[in-house]
């Protein structure tokens, strides 16, 4: 009886939430975000963690796929686009990260490029029958060749090279729009599968950190930050980049949350 007496509370507010309109949900979800957010700077004091853990639960979402191709034997559901695009950024990051910094976040991109290579392998070649080929019918080109060209025109103003800084600003760019593909997938199947839904709903968990890191990060500088990136456009576009896909995973987000009965 204290059991189900228990689990009340939940249940109503469950069912309070799944009958508001999607304005409503969208309202909740901010104040949900914005209350994690003064919840995260009054209990987290380095930052720089934040980072690290959005990377660390990045590579737990990679582990998710891993584990769905080796015990599935499928990857119906997923878009190899996707994870050729995820490859190609951390690619770019991996070697700016080498060149220009050196740190803890080297092995962690290094770690999680390996995997998703072996992601893309595995869907390419020893599992490609079961690749949705016709629901993965998003070009790649189309999301690779502008953020190359405006890679190029808004980039980095420090001392590094210029060739770094032109893949610093690719793969910033990049990774923002890199879900879309998988969100395309995810659309047009009308389905989301659970081991899918548990890996977008890591990247979106990730992307949370990674933007709460940087909102952070500027609040206690007092805007200095923005100035140790360079000038001109591009402290504002790092910025832009992670708010737009924070807001593209908030949807993959909406999907898992869907999936398991949250909402309808």
């Known amino acids: ?3 189900k007496g228990s689990k009340r509370p939940i ?22 975000a914005i209350a994690a957010l003064v ?5 987290v004091y380095d930052h720089d963690s934040l980072f690290i853990a ?18 599935e034997k499928t990857c119906a559901g997923l878009s190899l686009k996707s994870q050729e695009l995820t490859a190609i950024f951390l690619g770019s990051r991996l070697y700016c990260s080498f060149v220009m910094e050196y740190d803890v976040h080297t092995l962690l991109d290094l770690a999680t490029l390996a995997t998703t ?17 016709e629901k993965d019918n998003a070009p790649n080109y189309y999301i690779v060749i502008p953020c190359a060209i405006l890679s190029l025109v808004i980039h980095p103003t420090t001392q590094h090279h210029i060739i770094n800084r032109i893949l610093w600003a690719f793969c910033v760019y990049l990774e923002a729009v890199s879900v ?15 081991f899918t839904a548990h890996y977008v709903f890591a990247l979106g968990v990730a992307r949370f950190l990674s933007c709460a890191h940087w909102i952070l990060q500027v609040l206690d500088t007092r805007g200095r930050l923005l100035t140790a990136l360079g ?6 576009m790092v910025l832009l980049s992670e708010i ?3 807001f593209i995973l908030a949807d993959f987000c909406y999907y898992y949350v869907q999936r398991f009965g949250l909402i309808s």
């Open 1 to 3: 009886m204290s059991m």
């Open 11 to 32: 249940q109503v507010v469950r069912t309070w939430v799944r009958r508001q309109p999607p304005k409503v949900k969208v309202f909740l979800a901010f104040i949900c």
């Open 39 to 43: 919840f995260i700077r009054m209990v």
């Open 54 to 71: 959005a990377e660390a639960v990045h590579a737990l979402g990679i582990s998710v796929l891993i584990y769905k191709l080796a015990t």
């Open 117 to 133: 290579i072996w992601v893309v392998y595995m869907m390419r070649f020893n599992l490609n029958a079961s690749y949705m080929h």
């Open 180 to 194: 879309l593909p998988q969100l395309r997938v995810m659309q047009n199947t009308k389905i989301v599968e659970p």
């Open 231 to 236: 000038y001109g456009l591009w402290p504002s």
């Open 244 to 246: 737009v896909q924070t």
